[in-house]
Structure formats: C-alpha cells, structure tokens
C-alpha cells in the first residue's frame, strides 16, 4: 500500500508526493461516485458508515430544521443520530414500524410525512435480517407527501451485493461503509446525489468542498474504491452463488436443529449472505460462546458500551416474542465464504444447539436446596 | 480443569484468574453486566469490564461479558426496592450472590461445560470440584473465614450450598488483601492498586440511596415519637429510615427527655402503616436474640446449645450465641446470644460460624426478621 509509505503526502499539498496522493485519491472517488450513481465533486470521503449517517442526519436536521423520519429497524447510527438531532433542534423525530419480516410500514410512513418533514431516512438492506427495503415505494411517498425533505438511505449492507445506484433510485444521500465489502475499517463514504445542502460536522480546511474538513485518508478511499470495484465486478455471480449457500445453510439448519425457524418469512426479498434463525429454548450468548470454541463466529443482535450483547432493538421492532428473541442467530456469509463452510455450520451449530439442549434447564441449585 | 473465572474488574478477581492460569488449568474469564443505570463503583460499569478484558488479555486468555441486566433487574433491584416499601432492608450484595453469581453465572458455567467456577472472594473452600460443573460429587464441603480476617467475605456466601461449593475454587482465600495487590502488581495488572469497590454499585454516590429509592417507590413523611408515644418531630421520607439509625433525625434526634445518656435517640421501629418511626436511646435497641428466617445450611446444622458465633453484618463483630430452630422446621428459628447486640434490621442476613482453629466454618445463616 504505496498511500501509507512511499506515495505519503497530503492531498491538498502542493508538491509532486501530495499530486500523487491527490490523484490516487480523485481516482478512488471516481470509481465510488459512479458505483454510488453520483459524480467525484459530490462524494464525500468519511470515517465509516456511522459518520456518513451522521452527516446526512444531524447535518441536514442542523441546517433545515423540521421533523426527522427514519425507520425503527434503523441501525443505531441513524437511529441515534435522529435523537441527537431532534434534541439539538428541538423538532419531532417520528419512528416508523416495520412488519415481521423486517420492512418498513408503508402505510405508517405515510402518516409520519408531511410538509415540516425535513429528512427521511430509510435503509436499503437491514443489518441484522438482511431484509431488502421497498425503497422505491419510500421514495415515491417521500417525494408525494414530503417535497421538501431530504431522503437518505444507509446502503451500508447493500452496497456488497446490490447496484446501489439502482437500488437507491430516488434518494438524495447515501451512506457506505468499506469493511463490509472487503475495504479497510474505518473508510465509508456519502454520495450526494442531488444538491443538498449540509451543516459540515467537523469545521476546518475546506476539504471535500467544505463538507467535512480534515486530510482525507488517501489509503482509507484507495482501498475502499479497490474494494468496492472488485465486488461490482463480482457480484452478479458472487450473488448468485451465496444466496445458494445461504439458502442451503438455512435449510439445513431448519432440517438439524429442531425448534428453529427462518425470522425472515420466504419470498421476503434478502441480501444474498444473511441468515437469521430463531432458536427455542437456547440463550444466544450461551450459543455464540459454544459456536466460537467450536470455530465458528457468529451474531445475534448489537453489543453494548461494555461489550454485552443488548436485546435486539429490530426484533422488538418486528413484534419478535422477548422469549424468541434470546434465542437469535445471525450467521452471515461472504465473498470469501465456500460450500466447507456451510458444511462446517451445519456440522457445529445442530451440535452446540444439543450440547445446551443436553443439559438442560435446572432450577439452579439454590432453589434446589430451598426445595 | 476448565474454569470460568467471574471478574469484576477489580483486584481480587483479577490475581484469582492470574492464580487459576499459573496453576495450569484452562481459563476463561468471564464479566457480568448487572446494571444499565449510572453506576459510580461496584461490579457494572464499562471502565471495570474493560479492566476485567485487558487483565485476560495480559493473561492470555479469552474474556466474555454476559448480560444479565434484567436478571439483576428482577432479582436485585425489585426485590431491594419493594423491600424498602414495607420497612426491610435486604443485602443486594447477598441477593446478587444468591441469583447471579452463584445461580445465573453457576448454570451458565454449567452449560458451557466448565469443570469450576472461580471468583476472587476471601473465604476458602474446603476440597477441589471433581469433574462438571452440577455433575455428581462425594462432599462434605465446608466454607471458612478467608485468611485474611479484615477482607473476609464468607458472610456473603452464606447461602453457597454443597452443590456450589463443590464447583467453587476461591483462589484468594489463603492470601491477605496485601499479597493479592503484591501478587498483581508482580505481574503488572492494571487492576493493582485499585481502590476496593464500595457500597452498593446500583447507587451512586451523588445521589445516595434516597435519591435512587425516591425515584422508584412512593417516598413520604412520616411521624417521628418516642416508644411513650409522645411526638418528637417528623421527618420527610419515612421509608429512607432503617432500624438502628442515628443520622439524619434532625432535633428529635437528641432533644428532649428519655433521649439516654449519651443524648441521643436512635430509629427503635419504623411503621409505615401508620406512618410513624419510634425513637429511642441505644437501650431499647438492644436484644438478646434474634428472630431468623429462609435459612440454609452450608455445613452440618448446630447441634442443641452447641456454642457458635453469629455475625449480623458484613464487616461486623460477631457475638457467641447458639441456635434454636422453629418447631416447624421450616427454615425459621432463632438465635439467642451470649451478650446483647443492636437489633438488626429486617432483611439483613445473620450468619452463623463454628469455630475452628483452622478458620471458623460457616454453619448457615438467613434473614432477620427484624
């Protein structure tokens, strides 16, 4: 990676070793701009997922105060950043519900919008489902009942297996995130796609034309354009292929581990590498520790401050039982996954679910005593 | 043996997994996440997680946080506040061994197919587990005094029984609180010097407990007279008062006749019916027995009259006594002792000890009935 060592300089310098940055980096934007369907001029290079959302968020709330609309199964950054915006402004942030598999309620949507509306916010592709969102019914909503709002969407768990600038036809801004296509932690990016005005949150130079001041991260873009370029390239195929293995791993598991279902209904639209099970009568923290001495890493929801897996703010959103929910398991697969690994999953998740199950539940032996 | 080691973030719990890795056997470190309100100490906030995680990874071993928030809501918090409503005061720290250090945490350890479980108390325990955790096993097991008497924590693991002790290594319990910070700071833990925890770690120390009782139950004045009946004040959150309590009585606390010698009055009852606290000099606050409830027994029970030692707090003094249980068997009875002590408020635990050259070994103990 020349952008870290010999090819060291600061974009916006004026010497040879800065022009070689800055061209990497205009070249870095190029490849992002079009796959995010925008041009160079209107991508901004970011820290990640959390800071495009939060610039699209708060800085459009910031600028244009009015109400703030975004989808309850929203990931934190969005969701938060929509509290911290209406705290700032002291406007109304109105949530909106979602059905069981995950998608937004379109006819709730429709009630939260109207004129004083100043941003909607609403995923491409859940984080923790993988439910694919009607968004062009959004945007068609949006654009009927709330003309002056901005529309952003989080296409952070899109952009390694969809066209975003299809799939995102109709939105003003959308967030990416690089490691979740293969690029390096902590690089994402927002694309403007029609002019929208923002508050910049970081002020300083006059970097990605004031929008967010700072010395871009040449290596963060260069590897991210890398990245995402290499997965377009893929994905047509890469698509196909996972959805296979997925579809395979979810069959499986239905099929080896008795008392599981699918959360996500069939024929509900997904992102090809998700894999979201509910399990009976298993506590996923237990599942999560026995899956990761057995090799094999997985989810359930987010964690917290302190590193504790918090109960899933999407499963409640869906109406998902609290008691289902402690069973949850979010296997998700990638690029890099192979028909071993699928086979590796089936073989250890039936047998960690048995190992619990075989214990069994006891009333513990402090109640056994008092008995 | 496979050991789940439970650390607070603190030092004891961080020499104890130090110890259990120096004796060779595999260990994962485990931190519990008890509370989600703001926490000024104790086992629950993000700073002690993070200490408990770099201690294992200094360690070389892996490292779990486990949420049992609303656990510790249900089986900590409630109980604590709905107790406080009707005039008991109960121990959290002893609620919380009993349902998630030595319930919640023991059968996740059970499931998880551990061998023991570890924690960093100062109290020892006799033999070492053999085999699964809740597998079978040939006892008895006995709880002691850990060897370091000032640190000595055995009056919160009362409620252990041969089940959990059988699974149970306390790898602290044969060193001072001097050779745990000198045993840390050898092998450079960041935990070493850190202050022991204080308190209650669900209150914080801006707001006390009347704030945070004041939040959750219905808090109001109340009458203050003495045991004549004659009224001698009031005070605003009756509920806040605790049998044996001498602070915060303003006037009606030392004025006025019959307030003893030593001029003061102290809280003699609290009735919250009839929304009055009787007050009185430290005299009237001092029994000869007292009434127990909901005990258990780590060792054999007392024989009749058999001569024991009854400690009614967690760094108090105890008194020789003996045990005399209800007819009815049914985990009631009471404790005569040698020498008057303060009446003890209800909710708090009473536990007795047989003494023994080796260390006493705690018998049982349960609840003051007030």
């Known amino acids: 990676m020349p952008w870290l060592s010999g090819a060291y300089g600061n974009p916006s310098g004026h010497h040879s070793v800065a022009a070689a940055a800055r061209t990497a980096l205009d070249q870095a934007r190029d490849v992002l701009a079009g796959a995010l369907g925008t041009v160079p001029g209107d991508l901004v290079v970011t820290s990640g997922g959390t800071e495009s959302d939060n610039l699209a968020v708060l800085g459009r709330a910031l600028l244009a105060p009015g109400a703030v609309v975004v989808g309850a199964v929203e990931h934190h950054a969005v969701l938060n950043a929509g509290r911290a915006a209406s705290q700032l402004t002291g406007q109304p942030l109105r949530t909106v519900g979602a059905d069981r598999h995950g998608r937004v309620d379109l006819s709730e949507l429709a009630k939260a919008l109207d004129p004083t509306v100043s941003l909607v916010s609403v995923q491409l592709v859940n984080n923790e489902l993988g439910t694919v969102q009607p968004f062009a019914d959004v945007a068609a909503l949006v654009r009927r009942r709330a003309p002056r709002a901005v529309l952003h969407t989080d296409a952070v768990q899109a952009a390694p297996w969809f066209d975003v600038a299809v799939l995102a036809e109709g939105a003003d801004l959308v967030s990416i995130s690089a490691h979740k296509f293969g690029g390096p932690q902590g690089a994402g990016a927002l694309a403007f796609r029609r002019p929208v005005e923002l508050a910049p949150l970081l002020h300083g130079g006059p970097q990605e034309r004031e929008r967010r001041a700072g010395t871009q991260n040449v290596a963060g873009a260069v590897g991210m354009a890398a990245a995402l370029a290499a997965v377009r390239a893929a994905a047509p195929r890469e698509a196909v292929r996972v959805a296979a293995l997925r579809d395979r791993l979810a069959a499986g598991l239905l099929e080896r581990v008795p008392g599981s279902v699918l959360t996500v209904g069939p024929g509900v639209p997904t992102a090809p590498g998700h894999c979201h099970v509910l399990i009976e009568g298993v506590d996923s923290e237990e599942l999560l520790f026995m899956l990761d001495t057995m090799g094999l890493a997985a989810s359930a929801g987010a964690a917290c401050a302190s590193g504790a897996m918090e109960p899933s703010h999407v499963l409640r959103a869906i109406g998902t039982a609290p008691e289902a929910a402690r069973g949850a398991l979010r296997l998700t697969l990638g690029h890099t996954s192979t028909d071993e690994d699928v086979e590796q999953a089936l073989e250890v998740v039936p047998r960690a679910v048995a190992s619990l199950r075989s214990v069994g539940a006891s009333p513990g032996p402090l109640a056994r005593r008092s008995a | ?370």
């Open chain 2, 1 to 370: 043996m496979r050991v789940l080691v439970a650390l607070s973030g603190g030092v004891d719990s961080s020499v104890a997994a130090a110890l259990m890795t120096e004796q060779g056997h595999e260990v994962v470190g485990a931190t519990m996440k008890l509370w989600g309100g703001p926490s000024d100490s104790g086992c629950c906030s993000v700073a002690d997680v993070e200490d408990a995680r770099r201690v294992c990874q200094q360690l070389g071993v892996a490292h779990h946080v486990f949420n049992f928030s609303s656990e510790f809501e249900r089986d900590v918090v409630a109980p604590y506040v709905e107790g406080h409503a009707r005039a008991v005061t109960p121990n959290p720290c002893i609620s919380c061994n009993a349902h998630l250090k030595f319930d919640r945490f023991w059968q996740r350890a059970r499931h998880l197919g551990f061998d023991a479980i570890a924690t960093g108390h100062h109290a020892r325990v006799s033999g070492r587990p053999t085999g699964r955790v809740g597998g079978p096993g040939a006892g008895p097991w006995h709880l002691r005094r850990g060897r370091d008497a000032a640190k000595d924590q055995s009056y919160v693991l009362y409620m252990l029984g041969q089940a959990q002790l059988r699974d149970l290594v306390l790898p602290v319990g044969e060193m001072t609180k001097e050779e745990v910070r000198a045993h840390a700071s050898r092998l450079g833990l960041r935990t070493a010097s850190k202050p022991d925890s204080q308190d209650v770690c669900f209150i914080s120390r801006t707001g006390g407990r009347s704030a945070f009782l004041g939040d959750r139950i219905p808090v109001g004045p109340g009458r203050l007279v003495s045991p004549e009946g004659v009224q001698l004040g009031e005070v605003q959150e009756l509920e806040l008062l605790t049998v044996g309590q001498r602070r915060g009585l303003g006037p009606a606390g030392h004025i006025g006749p019959g307030a003893g010698p030593s001029g003061r009055r102290y809280v003699l009852d609290v009735d919250l019916v009839q929304r009055k606290a009787t007050l009185g000099p430290l005299a009237g606050l001092m029994v000869s027995s007292l009434d127990v409830g909901g005990v258990t027994w780590v060792d054999e029970e007392p024989q009749t009259g058999e001569a024991l030692q009854v400690q009614m707090s967690a760094h108090g003094r105890p008194v020789g006594g003996h045990w005399e249980p209800s007819p009815l068997g049914d985990g009631h009875g009471r404790v005569w002792l040698v020498e008057p002590v303060r009446r003890v408020a209800a909710g708090q635990a009473v536990v007795l000890y047989r003494p023994d050259p080796d260390g006493d070994l705690v018998v049982g103990g349960g609840t003051s009935g007030g």
